[in-house]
């Protein structure tokens, strides 16, 4: 078996045979002593190698291993040494030609992003007279620093090879490849002046880099903690149902059951998908958060735009499939409807007593929310599916000598004949039992019902005259409809005998 050799052509690594290699190294060697007194010499034989490596790789290589076959094969493509023709008097450098250049930022010339040096190669100009340019500008409403951060966004940096070659600008010589239009390190003779105020800029670049990364720093370190107790916050509210430090009751709307009150209000099928979405919509954006924190505090670079690009495509999707879903189950509350039965009592007792039958203490529930800066509570138990809600109660003065019970139920529907029907679905229960009137402080949704913005309204209509006496519980259900005085303790109504009397301005304390 023939020995082998492995060499690296234009950044690609290949196996060679050893013969192949001698004829392969004594091309190579040759053509750099045709080109060795040419100006951007080092950058030719780089296109050539370059392109020796894109024709081996075209080559359909038995084994894996390049033959002297294939070398023979190269050259011929590429030509002999000798058809390297050059000007052995050329010291000079080409004329600068623009054929072939293109604006980058100029890693090998930069003192913040490589702005200034790449605009000088493009220019085939110092550079310091455009860091100049920008410094004065900067003083005029900052346009120059937003010129050159927009610069700093949109331009490429030049990687090394071609592209780099690409930003100085070239000249087609009469031999095959390409001349660089200035040395091959992209710098300036410059004068002493401008080679001074480089300094200047670089110490001056120094320090501005050390300010912003203190600062990407700070605002990294805020986006890790941001993220990181937002999610923790999300996952212990939303999963582990633990509301222990993160409470919310001083905005009135109790996030802990959200969850558990999804069932109530959408299909039991769509509850999980649901769920799942709203995790994704709001975990992927602080995920993106903490890892952009981490690259900026620890500021390296990473090839994660296949997996930025997944995420969100992810996202989208997630935002949209939740969209649809909650207006498909928002459609179900489009139309309101309204239903009402009144009670008439033509034989009104001149006192009567008013009490609470069934409290929303003695059904004791195990979660509740509330809507804010309403008087609207709903009630949950783990024993059953029914949901409760408290009832809105009124009283106000008859027109006539009768007693009037108005029970009033709202629903919502997709149409009003459907709103119409959810209404009949709702239970609330009250008694009339000689003087007395027993009420319940809350009304029934039935497990086979969901939840559609569901009101019930109790009004008492009482004629003038009337002597009403109240229990604890049933005062408080009352109470925005009382005139009495600051001083006066509700809580001794029932027991203490206090009384109240209806007039035509409402309901007033009585003297007696």
């Known amino acids: 078996m023939d020995k082998t050799v492995k060499i690296n052509l234009g950044g690609s690594l290949f196996q060679i045979d050893e013969d ?21 010499a080092a950058e030719t034989l780089e296109d050539i190698e370059l392109r020796i490596a894109e024709i081996f790789l075209s080559q359909k290589i038995t084994a894996g291993i390049i033959s002297r076959e294939n070398v023979e094969a190269m050259m011929s493509i590429i030509g002999k040494p000798e058809d390297f023709e050059t000007d052995e008097d050329e010291t000079v450098p080409p004329p ?7 604006l980058y930022r100029n890693p090998d010339d930069s003192i913040i992003g490589g702005v200034c040096g790449g605009i000088g190669a493009f220019l085939n100009t110092d550079p310091v007279w455009f860091r100049i340019l920008f410094i004065v500008t900067a ?31 070239r000249k ?56 990181f107790l937002a999610m923790v916050t999300f996952v212990m509210v939303f999963f582990f149902r633990y509301p222990g430090y993160f ?71 997630s935002i949209a499939a939740l969209s649809l879903i909650l207006f498909n189950e928002g459609v179900s509350f489009a139309e309101t409807s309204k239903t009402s ?22 059904l004791r529930f195990d979660k509740d929310i509330s809507v804010p800066d309403e008087n609207y509570r709903l009630y949950f ?24 019970i108005e029970i009033r139920k709202r629903s919502a529907g997709r149409s009003k004949s459907d709103a119409r029907k959810k209404t009949e679905t709702l239970i609330y229960n009250y008694t009339i039992s000689g ?59 029932y027991s203490s005998g206090k009384t109240w009397i209806m007039t035509d301005e409402g309901l007033k304390r009585s003297a007696n």
């Open 20 to 40: 192949a290699y001698r004829i392969l190294r004594d091309y190579l060697q040759a053509i750099d002593t045709r080109l060795r007194n040419v100006a951007g």
């Open 96 to 102: 600068f030609s623009r054929e072939g250049q293109r």
């Open 139 to 169: 003083l005029f409403f900052g346009i120059g620093f937003f010129v050159y951060l927009g610069l700093w966004i949109a331009l490429p940096s030049a990687p090394a090879g071609t592209s780099r070659r690409d930003m100085y600008g």
């Open 172 to 227: 087609r010589s009469s031999s095959s490849g390409y001349v660089p239009s200035r040395n091959t390190q992209g710098t300036y003779a410059g004068s002493n002046i401008g080679n001074a105020f480089n300094e200047v800029f670089r110490a001056l670049g120094r320090v501005f880099f050390i300010i912003v990364r203190v600062f990407l720093v700070i605002i990294g370190v805020s986006f890790v903690m941001t993220g």
């Open 247 to 317: 409470s919310t009751e001083a905005f009135g709307l109790n996030f802990f059951y959200l969850p558990d009150f999804l069932s109530y209000i959408v299909s039991p099928a769509v509850a999980p998908w649901i769920i799942v979405l709203l995790s994704l919509a709001i975990i992927l954006p602080l995920l993106a958060l903490i890892y952009w924190g981490v690259r900026m505090i620890f500021w390296f670079r990473a090839r994660d735009g296949v997996i930025g690009l997944i995420c969100l495509v992810l996202w989208v999707i």
């Open 341 to 362: 039965s009144v009670e008439i009592i033509e034989d009104a007792p001149q006192k009567l007593y008013i009490v609470c039958d069934n409290s929303i203490d003695e």
């Open 381 to 404: 138990r783990d024993d059953d599916k029914n949901l409760y809600v408290n009832t809105q109660f009124s009283i106000s003065t008859s027109n006539d000598s009768s007693l009037r």
């Open 435 to 493: 003087d007395s009137i027993l009420i319940d402080e809350y009304f029934t949704i039935p497990e086979d019902s969901k939840w559609s913005c569901d009101n019930v309204g109790v009004i008492l209509q009482i004629p003038t005259g009337t002597i009403v006496q109240f229990d604890t519980v049933s005062e408080n259900m009352f109470r925005p409809n009382f005139y009495f005085n600051r001083d006066f303790d509700s809580k001794t109504i």
